[in-house]
Every structure is written in C-alpha cells, then in structure tokens.
C-alpha cells in the first residue's frame, strides 16, 4: 500500500475511485485497488458507463441475450449498469463489513434526464435500490431543486443516497436540511438509522474552471492572482457548513437514534489546469470525516508523489472566506457561477446518459441474431 496513500486515509479522507467498468471488475483490478491503494469505495456516472460499455467486449453477451428477448433500451440499460455495481458491491462487501457498514460503497445515478422530476426520481430510486438489492448500495440523486424533496424520500423509506452535483453553499446547506428532514421521518416510520447512509458530493475542480476562465476575462494581475483559489476554498467553507449542522442539537437526537452523519465527499478532483498540481485538489482538502473520490490517474498521482501534511482544511477557514469575498469585489459572481455550473453538470450528465442510449441502440440491432 501506498504510504501516501496510507497517510491520506490515517488523517480520516475515504479514499474512493470515481471509475467502473466490466474490464476492471473481470480483471481483479478493483481487487487489487482495495488491496494495494487502499481504495474503499467506488462511484459511477453515465459519463463512465457511456465509456465502458463502448469500450468493451465483455458486456457482449449479456447484451446478447438482451436483445434476442427484445428488451427496450432502457430495460438494457438498467440490466447491463445495475449488473456492474452489483458485482462491485460485492467485491467491496469486505470493506463494507469492516469498517461497520461506513465505507465498501458503490454508487449507481438515477436517469439524469429526471433531474427536475421529483416523483419520477423516487420511483427511479426505489427500482435501483430493488434491482441492484445490496447493502452497500448508494442512489446518487442530483441537488436540483427537484432533487432535494426527492432525496428526502428516498431516505425516509430506508434508501442510502449519495447526493451529487453540489457546487454552491446555499445548495449544500439544502441538501443538509433534506438529509435530516429524511433521517427524522425515516424515524417516525420506525426505521432503523443505523442502517441509512448518505454522503454529499461536493464539486471542486469545476469551480475552477469556470472561475479561472472569467479571471482570464477581466485580466487584471488581481484577477491573475486569484487564479486557481475559488474551487479549494468553497469546499472548505462547506466543510465549516458540515461541522455547524452535524454538532447541532437537532444532529445529537438523531446520532442518538442511532444515525450517521452524511459525510462531505470531494468530487471532480481530477485536475483539468495543466498548470496546476495533479494533486492539488486531493492535498488542498484533508480533513478527518470526508470522502475523496479520484479518477485513477489522480489516485496513482496521489501515490507517487502527493505530500500529505495533515488537517489543511480546519486551519483555513478565515483565508477560504477572504477569497470568496476577494473575487466578488473584483467582480466574479458567486451566485451565477454556481447556477451555471449546476445546469451544465445536470446537461453534461444528460448528454453522456444520450450517448449511453445510442451505443446501446447500435449493439442491441448489431447483436440481435
């Protein structure tokens, strides 16, 4: 195992890959991730299935036999997705039993093209939940608007939830409040806490991106200097938001009841600025109770040559808020930055899941005999 690694996980970030496919499964590779890289944990989104699936002739005989009973596409879909976080589930079940049912999770999304339909994603919710039929499971549902009463439900009704394209403060103190609101009916329907789990992905390199690409526009060696800053301090300035609500009274009656905190996961930590450290959005953001889900090669970045130093998220509280307030004086609205990162990320995922569809089109006519 990595000592990096080793030290990232020893200071309480669950070290998580955000990748899956059939090859990775039918290879042992995620085997050897959770033996070799301390992996504990996996996430999943069109965009990686769309990848896979196009890539790959291990998924041809199942599609075979899809197609010669003439299942729809997206029967198929569900089939051929749903069969892959169910393997990986249970190659993570180890994990999930010993870490007491804390980490060894996979997350599988809800049709993205149901982002702003609150009661078609709870159906969806519930058939993902019954189809892939695991403990360990994660129904990612997005924190849309619609999406917020909808992952409120799906908790009430026992249904772990990884809460997914959060970018703004404002959101992330909502999809808290509907985390709890779930948690308090799941109780009032006499329903074991213990047993519900929720984790709230956060988005950080986007932030950047977006961010850096409206100081290049304005160009001032003020704006120049804020390059790079606005992803890194909005996750930390999250994480002061977690530790308010999860040491609130109305957190303790739940924790009492037997409830786990929905932990802050680091998503998008990929880096896409060729000018910044590959492992900049992995060092930037260790703190104990949270989640980093890595694309491999930032895990394998990590691995050769992150520098973990300890908490650099805790101590910078004050300079994550000066920077915020730094980039609205120059002129970069938060508000619209945010707005504009949530609907391209609900879009982007609606196109991947459109491209999903044609490839899967395409295989059921070509393997239909």
Not at 36 to 50: A, C, E, L, R, Y
């Amino acid at each position: 195992m990595s000592d990096n690694l080793r030290r990232l996980s020893e200071q309480g970030v669950a070290i998580w890959l955000d990748d899956l496919s059939r090859d990775r499964l039918a290879t042992g590779n995620l085997e050897t991730l959770v033996r070799d890289k301390h992996v504990v944990g996996v996430t999943s989104n069109p965009t990686i299935f769309q990848k896979a699936i196009s890539s790959s002739d291990r998924y041809r005989e199942q599609i075979h036999g899809l197609a010669i009973r003439g299942a729809s596409i997206d029967e198929a879909l569900r089939m051929v997705t749903t069969y892959d976080v169910r393997w990986a589930c249970d190659v993570l079940r180890p994990v999930y039993e010993a870490s007491g049912h804390r980490d060894g999770r996979v997350s599988i999304e809800v049709d993205p093209r149901l982002a702003h339909d609150t009661e078609k994603t709870v159906a969806e919710a519930r058939q993902l939940w019954w189809l892939v039929d695991r403990p360990n499971l994660f129904i990612k549902i997005p924190a849309t608007r619609a999406g917020l009463p909808a992952i409120t439900q799906a908790l009430s009704e026992g249904i772990s939830v990884n809460v997914t394209l959060i970018f703004s403060l404002q959101r992330y103190a909502e999809v808290m409040e509907a985390f709890l609101q779930g948690l308090e009916k799941a109780r009032e329907n006499g329903l074991d806490l213990a047993g519900i789990a929720s984790v709230a992905s956060f988005f950080v390199s986007r932030v950047d991106t977006e961010v850096d690409k409206r100081l290049d526009k304005i160009g001032t060696d003020e704006a120049r200097a804020l390059r790079g800053k606005a992803a890194i301090a909005n996750a930390r300035l999250a994480y002061q938001a977690y530790e308010k609500v999860f040491s609130s009274e109305r957190w303790s009656r739940l924790e009492a009841a037997g409830a786990r905190p929905q932990r802050p996961l680091w998503a998008s930590t990929g880096v896409k600025d060729p000018a910044y450290r590959d492992t900049r959005y992995v060092e930037e953001l260790v703190t104990s109770g949270v989640v980093n889900t890595m694309p491999e090669s930032t895990l394998e970045a990590v691995a050769d040559h992150g520098e973990i130093t300890g908490d650099t998220v805790r101590p910078n509280y004050a300079d994550a808020r000066q920077v915020l307030d730094d980039l609205a004086r120059i002129g970069i609205d938060y508000d619209d930055v945010v707005r504009v990162l949530e609907e391209e990320g609900v879009e982007k995922f609606v196109s991947s899941w459109n491209d999903l569809i044609a490839s899967m089109k395409s295989e059921l006519e070509r393997l239909a005999e």
